[in-house]
């Protein structure tokens, strides 16, 4: 009876082992198993898959020959925790010792693991073994590596981002002063890019910061940082320079290489940036007030006729105020009411008689006064603004037209300005359409000008644009012609109507037998392409001459009228301009 009984224990202990064991091959988690002398007396599945040893082969084997591990850092052998763990029943203290390592398998390939070390204790709480828990952490641990890159870095360029530019330069500034050495910032901003995310898509926007990322890398050391703070602002730490002209020298190397043209989508794109510059330690002795400065510095670049680069002054500050105080008024203006519109006279240059008006907008500023479009159209194109305005100043313009009309004056041929941001818009063509619905002037009465260098930044586009408001009836023209570098491919394509001929050029006619070579030239051009040829500009009687006798149609400038409040246009209509035109 008893060997039966003891047969039957052995059975069941036998059969326990082995529900235990196929519990164990069916965790995710790798198990191994040791005796008393730190020989492995088990693996699970998962354990074989991870070291490389089948179980029958281990059986027997020192823990540290199949469980072989080194440090995460410094690559030195791990202890073996197991043995600790039975000799001084610590388990924490034996798994503290090294919870994360790297396993080497049996082949040589190496992972990330975390484990755990237990100690086996017998009925009588002796120790009877080990047993060790492992998993593999590597693909965590690389998951963890890049979220780690993408919080420091720029998802689209892979460059550093402001995070980490502000703990380089930190950095940078804790040295150069133990050193007594000097550094640099640079902020680097595209001019206009907007007009390219407006007109060609955000798609080649981004892949033209890419290139830009590219070419600020290849101008600067090793030793220093280009970071893009968002947008198309670029920062770019010199870490050590011996002068400014340093700085300067670097500066040069960055405009030359971004005005290369740049590929993209087999397009040529060219643009340009403007950079602001402060150094340590003359303009600041911290990471935030060398950033301002350099923002500050970058700021007077672009009021200097941008692409360049200016050196932080310290009454950059006021003028900088200046702009920002304009800016945040002009986000007001339009809601205010405090927009108008006068409109300038365009005459003909052989009857003396009326042709049309343009309209150009004023801003009446309730402190400052009126502010003329040079000092603010800017501001509103680099803060988003000037479609809104556009919008606006078409919507006025055509509703003071018709109401010229309906008060007996007649048809008033009118003309207004677009901007690139607005002839890029998506609901361009709907919304001139929507206007001339809405105030009841026809097509033909209106006339669109438009810039040649709007027109070439993306001449395929343009192309089918004009071709689209030419189906609506609109009238076109090509405003600041000779400016634009246009082709004769596409000044033959351009189904416009008028071109405008530069005021830099009519107002040295008399003065300069280049420019009056020139501008009879383009006199010429616009005759034979059938189109009417406007000069801007006409302040003198010898250019009113000058224009008559190379066969201009049309002029415009103070020579005959300044631009004018909608009631004196009126009067100017109604009694005629005095100045002198007809022979």
Same mark, same amino acid.
Request: proline share 2%; hydrophobic share 40%; glycine share 8%.
């Given at each position: 009876?008893?060997?039966?009984?003891?047969?039957?224990?052995?059975?069941?202990?036998?059969?326990?082992?082995?529900?235990?064991?196929?519990?164990?091959?069916?965790?995710?988690?790798?198990?191994?198993?040791?005796?008393?002398?730190?020989?492995?007396?088990?693996?699970?599945?998962?354990?074989?898959?991870?070291?490389?040893?089948?179980?029958?082969?281990?059986?027997?084997?020192?823990?540290?020959?199949?469980?072989?591990?080194?440090?995460?850092?410094?690559?030195?052998?791990?202890?073996?925790?197991?043995?600790?763990?039975?000799?001084?029943?610590?388990?924490?203290?034996?798994?503290?010792?090294?919870?994360?390592?790297?396993?080497?398998?049996?082949?040589?390939?190496?992972?990330?693991?975390?484990?755990?070390?237990?100690?086996?204790?017998?009925?009588?709480?002796?120790?009877?073994?080990?047993?060790?828990?492992?998993?593999?952490?590597?693909?965590?641990?690389?998951?963890?590596?890049?979220?780690?890159?993408?919080?420091?870095?720029?998802?689209?360029?892979?460059?550093?981002?402001?995070?980490?530019?502000?703990?380089?330069?930190?950095?940078?500034?804790?040295?150069?002063?133990?050193?007594?050495?000097?550094?640099?910032?640079?902020?680097?901003?595209?001019?206009?890019?907007?007009?390219?995310?407006?007109?060609?898509?955000?798609?080649?926007?981004?892949?033209?910061?890419?290139?830009?990322?590219?070419?600020?890398?290849?101008?600067?050391?090793?030793?220093?940082?280009?970071?893009?703070?968002?947008?198309?602002?670029?920062?770019?730490?010199?870490?050590?320079?011996?002068?400014?002209?340093?700085?300067?020298?670097?500066?040069?190397?960055?405009?030359?290489?971004?005005?290369?043209?740049?590929?993209?989508?087999?397009?040529?794109?060219?643009?340009?940036?403007?950079?602001?510059?402060?150094?340590?330690?003359?303009?600041?002795?911290?990471?935030?007030?060398?950033?301002?400065?350099?923002?500050?510095?970058?700021?007077?670049?672009?009021?200097?006729?941008?692409?360049?680069?200016?050196?932080?002054?310290?009454?950059?500050?006021?003028?900088?105020?200046?702009?920002?105080?304009?800016?945040?008024?002009?986000?007001?203006?339009?809601?205010?009411?405090?927009?108008?519109?006068?409109?300038?006279?365009?005459?003909?240059?052989?009857?003396?008689?009326?042709?049309?008006?343009?309209?150009?907008?004023?801003?009446?500023?309730?402190?400052?006064?009126?502010?003329?479009?040079?000092?603010?159209?800017?501001?509103?194109?680099?803060?988003?603004?000037?479609?809104?305005?556009?919008?606006?100043?078409?919507?006025?313009?055509?509703?003071?037209?018709?109401?010229?009309?309906?008060? @007996?004056? #007649?048809?008033?041929?009118?003309?207004?300005?677009?901007? =690139? !941001? $607005?002839?890029?818009? /998506?609901? &361009?063509?709907? *919304?001139?359409?929507?206007?001339?619905?809405?105030?009841?002037?026809?097509?033909?009465?209106?006339?669109?000008?438009?810039?040649?260098?709007?027109?070439?930044?993306?001449?395929?586009?343009?192309?089918?644009?004009?071709?689209?408001?030419?189906?609506?009836?609109?009238?076109?023209?090509?405003?600041?012609?000779?400016?634009?570098?246009?082709?004769?491919?596409?000044?033959?394509?351009?189904?416009?109507?008028?071109?405008?001929?530069?005021?830099?050029?009519?107002?040295?006619?008399?003065?300069?037998?280049?420019?009056?070579?020139?501008?009879?030239?383009?006199?010429?051009?616009?005759?034979?392409?059938?189109?009417?040829?406007?000069?801007?500009?006409?302040?003198?009687?010898?250019?009113?001459?000058?224009?008559?006798?190379?066969?201009? @149609?049309? #002029?415009?400038?103070?020579?005959?009228?300044?631009?004018? =409040? !909608? $009631?004196?246009?009126? /009067?100017? &209509?109604?009694? *005629?301009?005095?100045?002198?035109?007809?022979?």
């Amino acid at each position: 009876m008893r060997m039966m009984m003891d047969g039957r224990t052995t059975e069941a202990m036998v059969l326990e082992n082995e529900v235990a064991n196929v519990t164990l091959d069916s965790i995710g988690e790798a198990v191994l198993r040791t005796d008393v002398q730190g020989k492995v007396t088990y693996l699970n599945r998962k354990a074989e898959e991870m070291t490389g040893w089948r179980r029958e082969e281990a059986r027997g084997r020192p823990m540290t020959d199949v469980l072989q591990l080194i440090e995460s850092v410094g690559g030195l052998a791990v202890g073996n925790a197991a043995g600790i763990a039975i000799q001084e029943d610590q388990a924490t203290k034996a798994t503290a010792e090294c919870t994360n390592c790297i396993l080497v398998r049996r082949d040589g390939f190496q992972c990330g693991i975390e484990r755990k070390v237990t100690p086996i204790q017998g009925q009588d709480g002796s120790v009877t073994g080990a047993v060790v828990a492992f998993h593999d952490v590597s693909a965590a641990q690389a998951k963890s590596l890049e979220m780690s890159h993408l919080a420091h870095h720029d998802a689209l360029t892979d460059l550093p981002n402001r995070v980490l530019f502000n703990d380089r330069l930190t950095q940078a500034i804790a040295l150069a002063k133990r050193q007594s050495k000097r550094l640099a910032v640079m902020f680097v901003d595209l001019d206009h890019f907007k007009k390219i995310n407006d007109s060609l898509g955000h798609d080649v926007g981004d892949k033209l910061l890419q290139s830009v990322a590219g070419r600020l890398i290849a101008c600067v050391r090793r030793s220093d940082t280009v970071s893009r703070l968002g947008g198309d602002e670029f920062v770019v730490l010199l870490a050590q320079v011996e002068h400014a002209e340093d700085a300067a020298h670097s500066a040069r190397k960055i405009l030359r290489a971004l005005a290369a043209p740049h590929i993209i989508d087999k397009k040529s794109l060219d643009i340009n940036v403007s950079i602001g510059v402060s150094t340590y330690p003359n303009d600041g002795d911290d990471a935030e007030g060398l950033m301002n400065r350099a923002d500050n510095a970058m700021y007077e670049a672009k009021e200097n006729g941008r692409n360049n680069c200016q050196f932080f002054r310290h009454e950059m500050h006021a003028r900088l105020a200046e702009r920002q105080s304009l800016e945040a008024d002009l986000r007001c203006a339009l809601g205010r009411n405090e927009f108008l519109l006068h409109y300038q006279p365009k005459l003909s240059l052989q009857t003396g008689e009326i042709t049309g008006v343009e309209a150009l907008i004023r801003w009446l500023h309730p402190q400052r006064g009126m502010i003329y479009p040079a000092q603010f159209v800017s501001i509103a194109e680099d803060c988003g603004l000037i479609v809104p305005i556009g919008q606006w100043v078409l919507l006025e313009a055509c509703k003071q037209a018709q109401t010229w009309r309906d008060s @007996g004056l #007649g048809v008033v041929p009118l003309s207004v300005n677009v901007s =690139a !941001a $607005e002839f890029g818009a /998506k609901d &361009f063509l709907s *919304g001139v359409r929507a206007v001339l619905i809405a105030t009841g002037v026809e097509p033909q009465h209106l006339e669109l000008e438009l810039t040649e260098s709007v027109l070439m930044r993306d001449a395929e586009a343009a192309v089918l644009n004009l071709l689209k408001l030419k189906a609506m009836g609109v009238q076109l023209a090509i405003d600041d012609f000779g400016t634009g570098y246009s082709s004769f491919t596409y000044l033959r394509r351009f189904p416009s109507d008028a071109l405008k001929l530069h005021q830099s050029f009519v107002q040295q006619i008399t003065a300069d037998l280049a420019d009056a070579a020139i501008v009879s030239a383009m006199i010429n051009l616009g005759r034979s392409l059938n189109q009417r040829v406007i000069a801007e500009g006409v302040e003198t009687r010898e250019q009113v001459k000058f224009l008559q006798l190379h066969g201009c @149609g049309e #002029g415009q400038g103070y020579y005959f009228s300044p631009p004018v =409040a !909608a $009631e004196q246009a009126r /009067k100017l &209509f109604e009694e *005629g301009i005095q100045a002198g035109v007809v022979h």
